[in-house]
């Protein structure tokens, strides 16, 4: 497996602008298509300024005018982040897909933690 590129703890706000630069393309695992919710508002900001989003929620067809997937595996082409608006439970297996389709980074909310999956990530 390719080498991944993910901290050995939280990033310093450097390497976060390092990673935004980079960064093109990004998965929203938990996208929400209601308005008030943070991942709507997040992605919305996101999409403005010119990051492709692709919704991952298996109870919606689309979202923010962008197909939406029912997992990060199901998305045809390449995912350069992916951002988990889930509850700390479900991380797990979302990083256990993120490094399965050789994401280059992925990205926690605030409030969502999971400090074996994020290891097992840096892992990779």
Request: with cysteine; hydrophobic share 40%.
């Amino acid at each position: 497996m390719p080498e991944c590129e993910f901290p050995k703890e939280n990033a310093s706000p450097a390497e976060i602008a390092e990673l935004l630069k980079t960064t093109k393309v990004i998965a929203v695992v938990g996208l929400s298509p209601k308005p008030e919710r943070p991942s709507y508002g997040v992605s919305t900001y996101m999409k403005d300024q010119g990051y492709t989003i692709i919704p991952v929620n298996p109870g919606q067809k689309e979202i923010l005018d962008e197909k939406a997937y029912p997992s990060l595996l199901e998305i045809p082409g390449p995912v350069d982040m992916v951002n988990i608006f889930r509850e700390s439970a479900a991380v797990p297996e979302i990083v256990d897909q993120a490094i399965q389709i050789k994401a280059k980074s992925i990205w926690m909310q605030e409030g969502v933690v999971h400090n074996e999956a994020a290891e097992k990530a840096r892992a990779a």
